[in-house]
């Protein structure tokens, strides 16, 4: 609405993008600002602690959850181009502060203002890309935490309907996990592999160019095994394909 | 129980993932269930309703356990039953084995119970001396295979069915003349009815204990365990005192939801209340009956925060739905539940110490959890394991090293920076176009996949730069 003053929004880039692929960050930056936001990027901000949440360790993830709330709950909202991540925030965090006085509400107040990014864009900003063009096929995985945590299924699919020329192609077994599961991928990774060796066929016999997926841990997980068998699926984060970011190098396409 | 010695965990999924034929055969059962399930579920408009139902019958049995195990006990009593206490599973063994002696029995008949399992009966009645015929036909396939369950509704699941025709040509006198599943179904019908008509005992699990009625209810789609509880002179229930319903119109209520959970029917072929033994004027039954009520472990899961695992109604939907359960199969567990609900009460049964690796041998996907009928949040009771084994000190030396330097540097945003600045250029050292294929201290991943090389400058030092660009 003119007038009214654009809301604001914390960035948090989780911590694989930061240093596996900085385009999704800039990307997401990208959509926040066309959605209508105003966007800043806390410097603050290093993992959202599930690394140590999973693992037991709840000291750890504490610490790094208040250091996280203390630097976002002054936005409006708080923005993640991660399922797997903000429901550490949605969910974890209220979880892990509850029995805390000091934190457990400003915990609670963070959950509530804290979004996936696609949901954001659809849900909240009813955002839309327009004028995107990208001649090519994909099928879409749906990461466990950002489906069944923070109910991410219709939006990312809603927003790529906009893209002009993409060709979106079932994948059976979508909502089945790819096997990466944070250290699980490495503390077991017999049985990762064999999962993630299921999801990659899955993915070659939709014979789709892209898979598009809405976590990089996944991603990743899911590109490295399809690299290692030789596929030529290109996979890109959703938010890439949105921001019109796909025509360039793909997950481990080094750019010069 | 005393465990015997088991391989690791990681040893034992490695021989899992290494079988095919294995892979075969849950692929075909899981599968199977998953359609089934699906598809009873699309038919059942009211399931969300139902689930709810459930969840609470269950949270109110077991907020008021005491007064229905009293309340079942005097109406099991008041029909003729008695009813045993056991606090745990070797308490159980020696009760049933009791009274196995005291009615000199020479054979007994099992119908399938998980709860049998749990405390080790079949060990128990071999130890004694007493032959046991299990009746259930996939119990009846891995007894001639001398092997456990490997799901706690298809025990035999992790056998095909050819391989199934090769244990009945060598256990069965005659051996089946076919190997169609027609042909081997009626060989093992022929074998187990003369054991039916002459054991001394039959003894039975329990689905629900019906505190109102005193009855006991068992589920089978073979009609086995009437043929396990109706001839003998002796009947034994062995249940765990989760089981328990208010009325008969609960059990009912639960049932709706177990059976399309565990096999996509909306009901099993044969349902059968157990109230007392043979009375006066009746055609049938047994002379005595005798429930044995287990605790083993549930009470102190009632107190801590395991406590929403009472609710479980071993259907086993959450094993079929697990991308871990079908890559290994059940016995890679080794204990007596697999899966998920498994992983939370193995814990429990056999130790933490012993069993840490399986709350950790998980996704954390949640599939376990939206398909439980009983709204369990497995993963959540998973992450309270995690939690405890890391209070405890049981997670391994090199994991906690790991995570306490990496959350050392998480805490501090500005050394994190330093560390990234120096550690992306290092990692990309090992790169080959966009992939790094191997990489030191990371061959739980570069074993099995490719990584994709990091980015030269993390996105904070790209989008700072940015900004001090625009100013």
């Given at each position: ?256 | ?95 049933v084995?009791?009274i196995c002696?005291?009615a000199d029995a020479k054979l007994v008949t099992r119908a399938k119970s998980?709860?049998g399992?749990?405390?080790?009966l079949p060990?128990?009645l071999a130890?004694?001396?007493i032959e046991r015929v299990e009746t259930d036909l996939a119990e009846h396939i891995i007894q001639l ?10 025990p035999a ?11 009945f040509?060598?256990g069965h006198q005659p051996?089946p ?5 027609a042909?081997m179904v009626q060989s093992a019908r022929r074998v187990l009815r003369e054991k039916f008509l002459s054991a001394d005992i039959g003894i039975s699990g329990a ?9 006991t209810?068992t589920v089978t789609n073979e009609g086995n365990a009437e043929l396990t509880t109706t001839p003998p002179r002796i009947h034994i229930v062995t ?29 099993t072929q044969y349902t059968t209340f157990h109230?007392?033994p043979r009375?006066?004027?009746d055609a049938d039954g047994p002379e005595e009956m005798h ?181």
């Amino acid at each position: 609405m003119p007038g009214e003053p654009k809301p604001t929004v914390g960035l948090f880039v989780t911590c694989l993008v930061d240093a596996i692929r900085p385009q999704i960050g800039f990307a997401t930056l990208q959509l926040l600002e066309e959605a209508g936001c105003v966007v800043e990027v806390p410097q603050a901000q290093t993992c959202c602690g599930q690394p140590a949440l999973n693992s037991g360790d709840d000291r750890d993830a504490a610490h790094l959850a208040r250091q996280t709330i203390a630097a976002f709950e002054g936005y409006d909202h708080v923005v993640l181009p991660s399922g797997s991540c903000a429901a550490t925030m949605v969910h974890g965090y209220p979880e892990l502060l509850a029995s805390d006085p000091d934190w457990a509400a400003r915990a609670r107040a963070m959950a509530a203002k804290t979004h996936e990014i696609t949901s954001f864009l659809a849900d909240v900003m009813g955002y839309a890309p327009a004028g995107r063009r990208l001649n090519a096929s994909a099928t879409y995985h749906d990461s466990c935490s950002g489906l069944r945590e923070l109910g991410v299924a219709a939006q990312p699919r809603a927003l790529l309907s906009h893209v002009e020329g993409l060709e979106m192609r079932g994948l059976p077994g979508n909502d089945v996990c790819c096997g990466f599961g944070g250290t699980f991928c490495v503390k077991y990774s017999e049985i990762s592999n064999a999962i993630v060796t299921e999801k990659a066929e899955a993915i070659e016999e939709t014979g789709a160019e892209l898979l598009l997926a809405g976590d990089l841990g996944c991603l990743m997980n899911m590109a490295g095994k399809l690299n290692r068998r030789g596929a030529k699926t290109r996979c890109f984060h959703t938010v890439e394909v949105l921001a019109g970011r796909a025509e360039g190098p793909a997950i481990g396409e080094d750019a010069p | 129980m005393t465990a015997p010695f088991k391989a690791p965990f990681k040893n034992r999924a490695r021989a899992a993932l290494a079988d095919p034929v294995l892979k075969i055969a849950i692929d075909r059962t899981t599968g199977n269930a998953e359609r089934k399930r699906a598809a009873a579920l699309a038919a059942f408009p009211e399931f969300e309703t139902a689930r709810a139902r459930g969840r609470a019958i269950k949270d109110h049995v077991i907020a008021h356990l005491g007064h229905y195990l009293e309340l079942f006990e005097r109406n099991a009593t008041a029909r003729g039953a008695q009813v045993h206490w056991a606090a745990d599973d070797a308490e159980a063994r020696a009760i049933v084995t009791r009274i196995c002696l005291a009615a000199d029995a020479k054979l007994v008949t099992r119908a399938k119970s998980m709860l049998g399992e749990e405390i080790g009966l079949p060990h128990a009645l071999a130890d004694a001396g007493i032959e046991r015929v299990e009746t259930d036909l996939a119990e009846h396939i891995i007894q001639l295979a001398g092997e456990a369950p490997s799901h706690i509704i298809w025990p035999a699941m992790h056998r095909t069915r050819e391989q199934v025709a090769e244990l009945f040509k060598a256990g069965h006198q005659p051996p089946p003349a076919a190997e169609d599943p027609a042909t081997m179904v009626q060989s093992a019908r022929r074998v187990l009815r003369e054991k039916f008509l002459s054991a001394d005992i039959g003894i039975s699990g329990a689905n629900f204990l019906v505190a109102d009625t005193g009855a006991t209810c068992t589920v089978t789609n073979e009609g086995n365990a009437e043929l396990t509880t109706t001839p003998p002179r002796i009947h034994i229930v062995t249940a765990g005192i989760e089981k328990l319903v208010p009325s008969t119109a609960h059990a009912f209520a639960l049932l709706r939801l177990l059976v399309r959970s565990a096999t996509g029917g909306e009901m099993t072929q044969y349902t059968t209340f157990h109230a007392g033994p043979r009375r006066p004027g009746d055609a049938d039954g047994p002379e005595e009956m005798h429930i044995v009520l287990v605790d083993n472990g549930r009470s102190r899961m009632l107190a801590d925060e395991f406590r929403e695992m009472l609710r479980c109604i071993r259907c086993g939907a959450c094993m079929n739905h697990c991308v871990v359960y079908r890559q290994i199969g059940g016995h890679a567990y080794g204990g007596t539940y697999p899966g998920p609900m498994g992983a939370v009460l193995t814990p429990v049964l056999d130790g933490l110490a012993a069993s840490r690796d399986l709350p950790n041998a998980c996704t954390m996907n949640g599939r376990c959890a939206e398909v439980c009928p009983v709204g369990i949040p497995l993963p959540t009771l998973l992450r309270a394991w995690r939690r405890r084994s890391w209070r405890e000190g049981l997670e391994p030396g090199s994991l906690r090293a790991g995570i306490g330097i990496w959350a050392q540097v998480a805490r501090r945003p500005r050394l994190y920076r330093l560390a990234t600045r120096i550690g992306l250029p290092l990692m990309r050292l090992f790169g080959k176009g966009g992939w790094i294929a191997r990489l030191p201290l990371a061959g739980g991943w570069t074993d099995h996949r490719d990584l994709p090389r990091p980015a030269a400058r993390s996105f904070m030092d790209q989008y700072r730069a940015q900004q001090k660009a625009r100013k």
